[in-house]
């Protein structure tokens, strides 16, 4: 039974194929249309589904959509309602929208099937936004049963639930409905500290560490009220986005000191301060929430979902704190992972179907495939892309394919990997991944400024051999999908020296701070990867560069430029190579050296293509 999982209208939309259960393909809509965070229908991503899974005419079972349209337009309704006549203009801006397309989903899905070829499904369902998280939370996960927690902005009413898997089975049985909800809160301090909503929260994760809590108090007594199991009401004087086009509002400006901070404007240590503080507000209530989910469930494990649940600060926070045995983390926790978890609802929960975990080696695993669930590019057809366009390049024989670019690695280079099937949500894990040597004290700044061209206080990640992660970091289980922080054991580390809240921005960043300097954040912590089987390849680069150099850990960041999605085909990587300082390009089995291609001839700035922020 096939069945088609649809997220869209807000951010990132996605599709997905589910066959009997099992994860077929999963990509999102704005690696093809090259506009980052798409909210648009998922045309390509849909096509790209069907032909991955050799779907014809008449062989689609079902459609699922990931969230309840008039539900939620219900809520929206009675928002604008309640705060009359403030709401008027955000109202006039909205509501045609959704009059015009939001809520007729079933014309636009006939629409893209009839381009597919594929004809009417036999049937088209609706989830509700917060099961659709939770089923992607659950179901992919190595647990026979499980606490399950989704936390984001909003889905119709919800905003945080607590639920419990059990088998084929899945409830929602508590939920915190908007306005209150703790992705707002958070996405409310990203506006103010002058990063993009939906956008720039990874940015304020980055920054928290160059600051200290001093607004913590502040935010818990007059934004926020935290009870003991984690419920929360906020006080609504201090945001916007009920009745306007703000997340904030003049009195939010006045508690922190003054307006927010305009974008691209220099950071300052009162931005540092606010990045600090809400992080640690969001912690307190992560951990309060799993606390009472361990006790309302009684189960020993947890599985989350939601915006939220990207934040990989609070979720290493949780797993130390020990409240669950396990904890597991839907890779494409976001709006994307909803087109996912919608069509395993209706297979496993609404039909009954059972669910079975896989075990590889004595160990449960979990069913995201290692999340490479989208389009990967042939042999022949890359080659018939580069001898188009007469690029030079050299074809690298199987047996040697890593160690050449362990080589590389080691010689300081920076290398952009385009192989195999791209990644499935918002992190590179080594199909599509720019790497670097992390003993590099010279690799976050080379990055950050001439490859990614983004703010110099961003860390980068490393990739580490599962084998090898407690070799290098505080921490003795897999975190395959980057989603979990730990510090750099304490023998690596090199001391502070006590003068770094003194130090210019950019001199504190590139002090080092261990032996792999490249990955060690300012407070010795690290958002860690590690490669095991589900990247065989992958995992052979590591393993040949330790060969080499004794280190089983590279970089690894995403494929993109900033303002620009990770690059999905093999023209969009070589793109993205010639606009940058990269060194080399891994296309599959072939190798580009930078010295050696013919200049790239565009147009006009190719950065105003993109939504810088």
């Not at 209150?180 to 956008?199: D, E, K, P, Q």
């Not at 004087?237 to 508690?255: I, P, R």
């Not at 503080?277 to 989350?304: D, F, Y």
């Not at 993109?560 to 999605?565: C, I, L, M, Y």
């Amino acid at each position: 039974m096939k069945l088609l999982g649809i997220s869209c209208y807000y951010h990132d939309s996605a599709a997905c194929l589910v066959d009997a259960g099992r994860i077929v393909a999963a990509a999102q809509e704005e690696r093809f249309t090259r506009k980052k965070h798409d909210e648009g229908f998922p045309y390509n991503a849909v096509r790209y589904c069907l032909a991955e899974g050799g779907v014809g005419q008449g062989e689609l079972d079902g459609v699922v959509f990931y969230d309840k349209p008039l539900l939620k337009f219900h809520r929206i309704l009675e928002t604008y309602l309640a705060v009359v006549p403030k709401g008027l203009r955000s109202a006039v801006m909205a509501l045609p929208l959704w009059l015009r397309e939001k809520l007729w989903i079933p014309p636009h899905i006939q629409e893209a099937l009839e381009r597919c070829g594929v004809g009417d499904p036999r049937e088209i369902f609706f989830t509700q936004h917060h099961e659709s998280h939770a089923a992607s939370a659950f179901y992919p996960s190595p647990f026979d049963e499980a606490a399950v927690l989704t936390l984001d902005g909003v889905g119709e009413w919800a905003t945080t639930t607590i639920g419990v898997g059990e088998g084929h089975s899945l409830r929602l049985i508590q939920e915190i409905t908007f306005p209150h909800s703790l992705g707002l809160l958070y996405s409310a301090f990203t506006y103010f500290t002058g990063f993009r909503v939906n956008s720039g929260e990874y940015k304020l994760m980055g920054l928290a560490p160059y600051g200290e809590g001093k607004y913590t108090e502040a935010i818990k007594r007059e934004l926020i009220d935290v009870r003991e199991d984690g419920s929360f009401r906020m006080n609504m004087d201090y945001f916007g986005y009920l009745d306007g086009l703000e997340m904030t509002s003049a009195k939010f400006a006045q508690l922190f000191g003054g307006p927010a901070r305009k974008p691209e404007s220099p950071i300052s240590k009162r931005e540092m301060d606010l990045a600090k503080s809400i992080q640690e507000v969001t912690e307190e209530i992560v951990l309060k929430l799993a606390r009472h989910a361990r006790e309302l469930t009684g189960k020993r494990n947890l599985c989350m979902a939601g915006g939220v649940a990207l934040n990989c600060v609070a979720n290493g926070v949780l797993l130390r704190e020990g409240i669950f045995d396990d904890i597991w983390i839907q890779p494409a926790a976001g709006d994307a992972g909803g087109a996912l978890g919608a069509p395993l609802a209706v297979w496993h929960n609404a039909m009954g179907n059972p669910r079975t975990v896989a075990i590889s080696k004595g160990r449960r695993r979990d069913a995201m495939r290692g999340s490479l669930l989208g389009p990967e590019f042939p042999r022949e057809q890359i080659q018939e892309y580069l001898d188009s366009q007469k690029l030079p390049y050299e074809e690298l024989p199987e047996g040697d394919w890593a160690r050449r670019i362990a080589e590389l690695i080691a010689g300081e280079n920076v290398i952009g990997l385009c192989q195999g099937r791209m990644e499935f949500g918002p992190r590179a894990l080594g199909g599509r991944s720019i790497v670097g040597d992390a003993r590099s004290p010279k690799m976050q700044s080379v990055m950050n400024l001439k490859i990614k061209y983004r703010e110099s206080f961003r860390p980068f990640a490393p990739s580490v051999l599962e084998e090898r992660v407690s070799d290098y970091f505080e921490l003795d289980c897999p975190s395959p999908y980057m989603l979990l922080v730990a510090d750099v054991v304490a023998k690596r580390r090199i001391p502070k020296r006590g003068d770094e809240n003194d130090l210019p921005l950019l001199e504190w960043v590139n002090r080092p701070r261990s032996d792999v300097p490249a990955i060690t954040h300012v407070d010795y912590s690290a958002r860690i990867q590690t490669v095991g089987e589900e990247s065989p390849r992958y995992h052979a680069i590591l393993t040949e560069f330790e060969k080499l150099t004794g280190y089983g850990v590279i970089v690894n960041t995403s494929f993109n430029v900033r303002g620009e999605p990770i690059v999905c085909t093999p023209e969009d990587a070589y793109r993205c190579f010639m606009r940058t300082e990269m060194d080399y390009l891994v296309l599959g089995p072939f190798l580009l050296d930078k010295k050696a291609q013919p200049k790239l001839e565009e147009k006009g700035d190719w950065r105003q293509e993109f939504q810088l922020d």
